[in-house]
């Protein structure tokens, strides 16, 4: 609040999930650029290869350390051996920032799910980060390292819309998981934060795209259709964990989301907060009966679809 010393992450190593492309690959530049050790973690090798070269060419100084490994994190197990992995470089040492990139998401109907889509909309959303934060959690307090957790959500871990019912419950989670861990690692000194980013311009939206149903690109056409540069979203997320923001949002969207459902959540800024709250229950109320006159429009076209998808038979 008076230009005391901001948080830098020169020095510090920096372990990023999801970190071979789209924000976890733009958030690992971007900490390279600024001095940091920086472990990425994803599951498709020829890319991680690809992302340390990124890496590589945006090295500060001689000595970061820059590694990339390949595990799947959506189970303890592997979750566990990705940090064992990365601490190894670093004499064992727990890392002293996390930052939970990985994700993804598979838009469908309601009706169309099943306990495959079920399981692995959970597995992808909320285990992958919950496993990593639990490991580093146990790290970090073994070793003293007084350390950041930073979580990523989305828009739809406030609110969600028709599509998304194998991604929002995920989402949902994790942003409960943070509000518990935010309190219970004061016990540590452990600072936890967390995202709500919206679309983002990354292979992971292209790929969703292919499977969004036509009602929600109809909802989505007037708020960002196109998703927003991950390199933006890097900066925004490393401003706001210097700011000492707990929910890192962006846009009047994220903020007036943010003020009208934050329970208990710390704020941001008092003045904007209360500018954010009048506008947003004003706004995000029309905003609601706006997309369910859009659903209501589209039941016969629904009922249709349906139908020759061979549902009712």
């Known amino acids: 609040m008076f230009g005391g010393k901001k948080w830098s992450p020169e020095g510090k190593h920096c372990f990023v999930t999801g970190g071979s492309s789209g924000l976890g690959l733009s958030l690992a530049i971007l900490l390279t650029q600024l001095g940091a050790h920086v472990s990425i973690v994803a599951r498709d090798q020829k890319k991680l290869e690809s992302a340390l070269e990124q890496l590589e060419a945006a090295r500060k100084h001689p000595d970061q350390i820059l590694k990339a490994y390949s595990y799947s994190i959506q189970e303890a197990a592997g979750a566990a051996a990705a940090i064992d992995a990365a601490c190894e470089p670093h004499g064992g040492r727990?890392?002293?920032?996390?930052?939970?990139?990985?994700?993804?998401s598979r838009p469908g109907y309601w009706l169309e799910q099943d306990e495959t889509s079920m399981k692995s909309g959970?597995?992808?959303?909320?285990?992958?980060?919950a496993w990593t934060a639990l490991a580093v959690s146990k790290r970090m307090v073994k070793d003293g390292v007084k350390g950041k957790i930073v979580f990523v959500g989305s828009v739809l871990?406030?609110?969600?819309?028709?599509?998304?019912?194998?991604?929002s419950p995920g989402k949902f989670a994790?942003?409960?998981?943070?509000?518990?861990?935010?309190?219970?690692?004061?016990?540590?000194?452990?600072?936890?934060?967390?995202?709500f980013?919206?679309?983002?311009?990354?292979?992971?939206?292209?790929?969703?795209?292919?499977?969004?149903?036509?009602l929600v690109k109809k909802i989505e056409e007037d708020e960002n259709a196109d998703g927003t540069d991950p390199a933006i979203l890097a900066g925004i997320l490393l401003k706001?964990?210097?700011k000492g923001e707990f929910h890192i949002t962006y846009?009047?969207?994220?903020?007036?989301?943010?003020?009208?459902?934050?329970?208990t959540t710390p704020g941001n800024n008092l003045i904007l907060d209360i500018f954010y709250l009048i506008a947003g229950y004003i706004g995000v109320?029309?905003?609601?009966?706006?997309?369910?006159?859009?659903?209501?429009?589209?039941?016969?076209?629904?009922?249709?679809?349906?139908?020759?998808?061979?549902?009712?038979?």
């Open 94 to 104: 727990a890392p002293d920032v996390v930052f939970n990139c990985a994700g993804t």
């Open 285 to 313: 109320n029309l905003w609601r009966r706006g997309v369910d006159k859009v659903v209501r429009n589209e039941a016969k076209a629904h009922h249709e679809y349906l139908e020759n998808k061979g549902f009712f038979k």
């Open 251 to 263: 846009g009047f969207v994220g903020n007036a989301f943010r003020v009208t459902g934050k329970a």
């Open 197 to 214: 980013p919206g679309n983002i311009a990354s292979p992971g939206f292209i790929e969703e795209n292919k499977y969004k149903p036509d």
């Open 174 to 195: 994790v942003r409960g998981l943070a509000e518990t861990l935010r309190q219970e690692l004061l016990l540590y000194d452990i600072d936890v934060h967390m995202m």
């Open 122 to 129: 959970m597995d992808s959303t909320y285990w992958a980060q």
């Open 240 to 242: 706001g964990i210097q």
């Open 157 to 167: 871990s406030y609110m969600s819309i028709v599509g998304y019912s194998t991604y």
